[in-house]
């Protein structure tokens, strides 16, 4: 039987930090502070 965990890597700890401090911030200032593109973290 295959198991449904989901795996969380730094970057995604690191978003979920930032969301969790500063709920309002947009995709775009996420993408900057995580070294990332905007789609990527607006997936």
Request: aromatic share 0%.
């Amino acid at each position: 039987m295959m198991s449904n965990v989901l795996e969380i890597d730094e970057v995604d700890r690191n978003i979920i930090e930032l969301i969790q401090k500063k709920p309002n911030l947009t995709h775009t200032e996420i993408a900057k502070q995580v070294n990332r593109s905007q789609p990527t973290v607006g997936m």
